[in-house]
C-alpha cells in the first residue's frame, strides 16, 4: 500500500467508455491505525492521482474505489470518502461506503502536522528543528527506490516536518493537480506553491547533496 503511491493498483474499462479504478489496500486495521497521519496522507494521495487518471483517460467517466483487506477505521473512511472514492469490499466489485467528494486541504494540513510532531515523539528529539536534521541526515546515508516500501513514508515524513517549520510564515498544506504526490504548501503573502515533497524525494533517493530541507 505505501509503496504505491506512484502507481495505479487496477483499472476496469466499463462499456460507456469509463472506467472503475481500485486503490487496493491490504493491511489489517492495526497496520492501519499504528500511524493514521501517513495512512490518511497516501490514501488520499492515491485517490487524488487515480481522479487525475480517470480525467485525463477516461474524461472523468467512471468512479474510484479503495478496496481494503480489512473495514477502514472511522478517520481513514472519512478520508477517503471525502476524497472522493468508495469504499467497497476487498474484491471491489460491492460499495459499502459511498463517496461524499468535499475538500480535502484541511485534512491533508492537520495529517501534515500531525506526522511531524508524531515524527519528533518517536525520534525523542526536543523540537522540530533538530528532528529534522536528524531525520534528513539519516535518510541521506541509505538511499532508496521507489518501489521501496519505506520510501514514500520518508518522503511524507521529511515534508511533514518541512512544512511544519513554515507554520511561522503561515504555511498551510493544500491539494494541488500534480502527480504522484498532490500536495503542496500555500503562504498568505504570495501566490506561489512550495514543494517541500521534490526535495524530500531527492534526498530520499541520493540525487541531492547540496539542497536541505533543514533550514
Do not use: C
Not at 65 to 73: S, V
Not at 194 to 206: D, S, Y
Request: net charge neutral; no cysteine; charged share 20%.
Amino acid at each position: 500500500m505505501w509503496s504505491r503511491v506512484h502507481k495505479i493498483d487496477r483499472i476496469r474499462p466499463q462499456p460507456n467508455g469509463g472506467a472503475i479504478i481500485l486503490i487496493e489496500d491490504e493491511r489489517g486495521i492495526p497496520l492501519m491505525s499504528r500511524v493514521p497521519a501517513m495512512s490518511t496522507l497516501i490514501a488520499i494521495a492515491r485517490i487524488l492521482d487515480a481522479k487525475q487518471v480517470l480525467d485525463s483517460k477516461y474524461g472523468g467517466k467512471g468512479e474510484i474505489r479503495y478496496a481494503p483487506a480489512a473495514p477502514p477505521p472511522s478517520f481513514l473512511s472519512e478520508a477517503i470518502a471525502r476524497a472522493g472514492a468508495h469504499v467497497s469490499d476487498r474484491t471491489g466489485d460491492t460499495i459499502v461506503q459511498p463517496a461524499q467528494p468535499q475538500g480535502v486541504s484541511a485534512i491533508v494540513d492537520v495529517a501534515f502536522s500531525d506526522l511531524a510532531h508524531w515524527m519528533r515523539g518517536n525520534i525523542g528529539v526536543s523540537d522540530l528543528a533538530s528532528t529534522l536534521k536528524h531525520v534528513e541526515a539519516d535518510r541521506r546515508k541509505a538511499p532508496m527506490t521507489q518501489d521501496n516500501p519505506q520510501y514514500w513514508p520518508a518522503v511524507f515524513e521529511l515534508a511533514a516536518l518541512a512544512g511544519e517549520m513554515s507554520r511561522a510564515r503561515g504555511g498551510q498544506w493544500v491539494e494541488i493537480r500534480e502527480m504522484p504526490v498532490p500536495f503542496a504548501l500555500k503562504f498568505p503573502d504570495t501566490a506561489a506553491l512550495a514543494h517541500p515533497t521534490v526535495l524530500a524525494q531527492k534526498i530520499v533517493e541520493g540525487t541531492d547533496t547540496e539542497g536541505t530541507l533543514a533550514t
